[in-house]
Structure formats: C-alpha cells, structure tokens
C-alpha cells in the first residue's frame, strides 16, 4: 500500500538551531516526493521536491531535503531555524496511477525564541 | 499574479442545503484536484480532473460533485451537506499530476 508517515506531530527546537521533520514513504517504482508548508489561516505551499538526481533538494526558504532510498526516507531540514518558520509542514508521494499526491498527516514545527 | 482563488472563504450552512465551492485558476493548469483537511488525517483527495470534462474520483468522493466546463475553474458541489462533511478544503492546480501542486487560500465548511 502506498503511504507516507510523519512520526512526530510535533518538533520543538529553538532559534538559531538545526530543525529535522521527518518522513518515510512507501510507494511503488521511483518516487516523486515532495514537501508542503502551511501557515496558520493561509492555504499549502510548495517547498521543495524530489524526482531524479541528487540526493540532496534544495528549496525555499533555506530548507533542503534528504532522501535516503534505502531508509525509504525524505527528511526535511534546515540548518538555523527562525521563528517564522513555525508552521505545519506535510510531505508528500506522488501515488502509484501518477493522479494524485498523497499526504503525510502533518508535522507542526514550533520555533522558540 | 499566479494563483488559485477560492469562494467563500468560510462557510456554515445546515445539512441538507445544497451549496458550490467555487475555485479558479489563472495559470492554465490542466490539472486540478480538490482534497479536504481534517485534524489527524492530512489531506485527502475528494476528486481530481486532468482537463476540460475530464474529472475522476480521489479517495474521498463520497458526497461530493465537480465539473470541469472550463479549463480555469473547477467547483465543488455539496449536493445534500451532512455535519461530517464539515472540514478544511484546499483546491489546489498544476501543468500535471506529477508537477508542483499551487494550492488555494482553503474554505472552512461548516454543517451544522
């Protein structure tokens, strides 16, 4: 079955430190992967994805992503987190019939300062 | 400026009151879908249309209608609304379902 897991509702760090959201995939074939962002009473934006290439995804916002194939993982990250940054974060995977994306149930990150 | 529109912003309404969501997009996508937002459960696909009268069910179609009559907009119809449709939804638009999602501002539905 096809699926992504976000194992932590919640991810506390501080400001200025190195922030982690994590995410596991299960999928079919090559996955198309991608990360989301949601602030508070504002709709889903793109942050970055992964199709081919170099395992390591640079994107908005100073975030980049890892994937691990062997991990079937797809971590998001970034090295001095900001306050604003505070937001709930989805990862995705392109499902198997390439029609839909399917979404990890959400990781709120809580940037304190 | 590039984006997805939605209308209403927030609705409430009573069960049983047929009610559209309309949604728009002014990047002539071909691809749009539609996904609603519950606590706990991240988003789930309602219906999904890869072009003009093209339109196909998501995981979650279960009282809900779209159209697709123009490439730009893609409504969603509550025939006969029931309290467990109450949630957040998203309408969202790209080149292809493989390509980079843009996702409208949501509507909060509430049925009351």
């Known amino acids: 079955a096809q699926s992504v897991a976000q194992p932590e509702d919640q991810v506390n760090v501080a400001e200025g430190n190195p922030l982690t959201v994590k995410c596991t995939y299960s999928?079919?074939?090559?996955?198309?992967l991608f990360w989301y962002v949601q602030y508070p009473n504002r709709g889903l934006q793109f942050l970055l994805k992964?199709?081919?290439?170099?395992?390591l995804v640079k994107g908005s916002y100073g975030f980049e992503a890892e994937f691990n194939k062997s991990q079937t993982s797809f971590h998001l990250k970034k090295p001095s987190a900001l306050v604003s940054d505070s937001a709930l974060y989805f990862c995705a995977v392109r499902d198997i019939t390439g029609t839909a994306l399917i979404f990890g149930k959400g990781t709120t990150l809580s940037v304190s300062s | 400026e590039a984006q997805v529109t939605q209308n209403p912003r927030y609705l409430i309404t009573v069960t049983g009151k047929k009610l559209t969501v309309t949604c728009s997009q002014n990047m002539n996508h071909e691809y749009m879908s539609w996904y609603r937002q519950d606590p706990g459960l991240g988003l789930r696909q309602i219906y999904y249309s890869m072009n003009v009268e093209v339109t196909d069910k998501g995981d979650v179609p279960e009282g809900y209608k779209v159209s697709r009559k123009e490439k730009r907009n893609f409504p969603l119809i509550l025939e006969s609304p029931s309290p467990n449709q109450t949630s957040l939804y998203f309408c969202?638009?790209?080149?292809?379902?493989?390509?980079?999602?843009?996702f409208g501002p949501g509507t909060r539905l509430t049925v009351l």
């Open positions: 992964y199709i081919t290439g170099d395992n």
């Open positions: 969202a638009s790209s080149r292809n379902p493989t390509d980079t999602q843009y």
């Open positions: 999928v079919s074939g090559n996955p198309y």
